[in-house]
């Protein structure tokens, strides 16, 4: 399959979820945290700050398929990044999704901010989509790159001071 990212960058790859764990697909400015198990990024093609992913290194489809290790892992991930990224974009609320109908397990956090519930409307489920294609749409010039590329160093320094402090 081809794909986009939101840089411009076309990859032809099977599984983004696969790629994007082995290196094969370089998500835009890098990986927020890199554990054993699982990598914390940006979304590669939603332009979107602080619209981040949890995506497992191996390929399985759901929580379900986890062994222990993994789910703790997931678990502490799933928390710590929750409260990078309240504590480092401005959200009025956060949606986290998770479909296990996906190719490769993986789980969105969706930062609604004011001014994303001033354009859409207050936070919906079923608005997402519609504002992911809106944001897929969007050209992201040097401006755009810049804001969202200081949104992910702010993330990445979060969630290592998290990691800092679990290691205590």
Do not use: N
Not at 152 to 158: P, Q, W
């Amino acid at each position: 399959m081809i794909t986009t990212d939101f840089l411009g960058k076309q990859w032809d790859i099977d599984c983004m979820g696969c790629a994007i764990a082995a290196g094969g697909m370089p998500v835009p400015g890098g990986f927020i945290q890199r554990a054993r198990y699982f990598v914390v990024h940006q979304d590669p093609l939603i332009p979107l700050p602080g619209f981040l992913v949890i995506a497992s290194r191996r390929h399985i489809h759901s929580i379900g398929e986890m062994e222990a290790a993994e789910y703790e892992e997931f678990s502490r991930l799933l928390k710590e990044t929750q409260h990078a990224i309240k504590s480092t974009v401005p959200v009025e609320a956060l949606t986290i999704v998770q479909e296990e109908h996906s190719v490769h397990f993986h789980l969105w956090f969706f930062p609604w901010t004011s001014a994303l519930i001033e354009q859409y409307g207050p936070p919906s489920l079923s608005s997402i989509r519609a504002i992911m294609a809106d944001f897929r749409k969007q050209p992201v010039g040097p401006g755009e790159w810049e804001r969202l590329e200081r949104t992910i160093v702010a993330l990445r320094a979060r969630l290592a001071e998290s990691e800092t402090l679990q290691g205590e």
